[in-house]
């Protein structure tokens, strides 16, 4: 599973990309997570920060952050 967390590095990237291991862990899931900061690659995916991309797929872009229990289900979602 290829997931990536994109975001300058705002606090609110940083703490999706928390939520997100957080959840792999829980979940005991194994996933390669990525932290994109270029702005230019973030521009492929999305048009505002933070965003979420499972599998190639965007999961959340924008404000307010998902609740650790959507993010859980999306991993479970890709996951199958």
Request: aromatic fraction near 2%; charge should be positive.
């Amino acid at each position: 599973m290829e997931i990536k967390v994109l975001g300058p590095g705002c606090p609110n990237c940083m703490e999706l990309e928390r939520r997100v291991k957080e959840a792999l862990k829980e979940l005991g899931v194994a996933a390669n997570v990525t932290k994109v900061a270029d702005i230019a690659e973030i521009g492929k995916y999305i048009m505002m920060i933070p965003g979420l991309v499972i599998n190639e797929k965007v999961k959340h872009s924008g404000k307010p952050l998902p609740k650790p229990e959507q993010i859980k289900a999306w991993i479970e979602e890709e996951k199958n």
